[in-house]
């Protein structure tokens, strides 16, 4: 029901504007305005232990600083560095921690001025930090529920940014559904149409036509989604619509399943106690998921595009 939780050590490498220190040495005053006000933007990226080939392969590593970007210009942040630089930054980490494991890497980009008073025209902090990371959710069937909650809208807090503000409209509906016995809620817009998961994009295959809400739908504009899109395409010639989608759409649908980089591919066998099409993990979620693992852990030549490989020392740099 509760999801797991990924510790990250303070004697492991980050990147803090601009150095490369330990966790445990940086150092943020409680005033730091992005803890007060949510005025940070995020990113999260995987990378996957492929123990054949003894590397990291780390997934659509440039495509999560494109976004990480395109967030940070909403909120007029400036990163200070090219999509290149924190690409290599981020592979230097790995390098140093040197995990031999499914890893996670968070890069964060805040407003940290020590001042009170709400503004976005300071100088922002740049951090990316890692922490082994396994399945975030169950990969074998979530038990979802609508919530109550309304998905933030975009004219609100931008949507297609991973605005740090806006996980606490996440925060506030995950915490309900799991308080009711579920595994993770699914957000509708403030018109009542199907939004996304918690940290996840959705999708359902009805009458064999594989649909996704669209971008209008106050959903962030997920990598995964995207390679969803183009696996159901290249490998079932299945085309994805984008469109809106009713909440009662969900009940009828054969198969419901979750994308995103934490989430990976999770099949959903239950809506407000409903059951997706017979209860049980649909094939097309099945085989998505299982093709999905094969190209990110970089075991499938044809997308061997989607991954970086790095190389793992037997020992991280202490
Ligand atoms: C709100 C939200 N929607 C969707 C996703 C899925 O996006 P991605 O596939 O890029 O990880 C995430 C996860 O990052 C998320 O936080």
Request: with cysteine.
């Amino acid at each position: 029901m509760s999801r797991t939780a990924f510790s990250v050590s303070d004697a492991e490498w980050c990147y803090h504007d601009g150095e490369l220190m330990k966790v445990g040495d940086v150092r943020l005053s409680p005033a730091t305005h992005a803890l007060n006000y949510g005025t940070g933007v995020f990113e999260g990226i995987r990378a996957y232990w492929n123990e054949g080939k003894g590397t990291l392969q780390v997934l659509k590593l440039r495509e999560h600083y494109e976004r990480f970007e395109k967030s940070a210009r909403l909120l007029h942040i400036d990163l200070g560095a090219s999509i290149d630089e924190l690409c290599e930054a981020t592979l230097e980490i790995l390098r140093r921690n040197a995990p031999r494991e499914d890893t996670y890497i968070r890069p964060l980009a805040y407003q940290s001025a020590t001042s009170i008073g709400v503004r976005l025209d300071m100088t922002p902090s740049l951090s990316i930090f890692t922490a082994p990371m396994g399945d975030y959710v169950s990969l074998t069937g979530l038990r979802c529920c609508v919530s109550s909650w309304r998905r933030v809208a975009d004219n609100a807090i931008p949507t297609r940014a991973k605005i740090t503000a806006s996980y606490a409209n996440t925060a506030l509906a995950v915490d309900d559904a799991h308080r009711s016995g579920y595994d993770d809620a699914i957000f509708l817009t403030h018109d009542g149409f199907v939004s996304e998961a918690s940290a996840a994009n959705l999708f359902l295959l009805r009458k064999g036509q594989l649909i996704t809400p669209p971008p209008t739908a106050d959903i962030l504009e997920g990598i995964t989604r995207d390679a969803v899109m183009e696996l159901a395409r290249e490998e079932f010639g299945l085309e994805t619509e984008q469109r809106q989608v009713g909440r009662t759409e969900l009940y009828v649908a054969d198969e419901v399943f979750l994308t995103g980089t934490g989430f990976q591919i999770a099949p959903v066998v239950e809506i407000d106690d409903r059951p997706v099409g017979d209860g049980r993990i649909g094939d097309l979620a099945s085989n998505l998921q299982r093709m999905y693992f094969q190209a990110a852990r970089g075991e499938w030549d044809k997308y061997r595009d989607w991954t970086v490989p790095l190389e793992v020392a037997e020992q991280a740099v202490r």
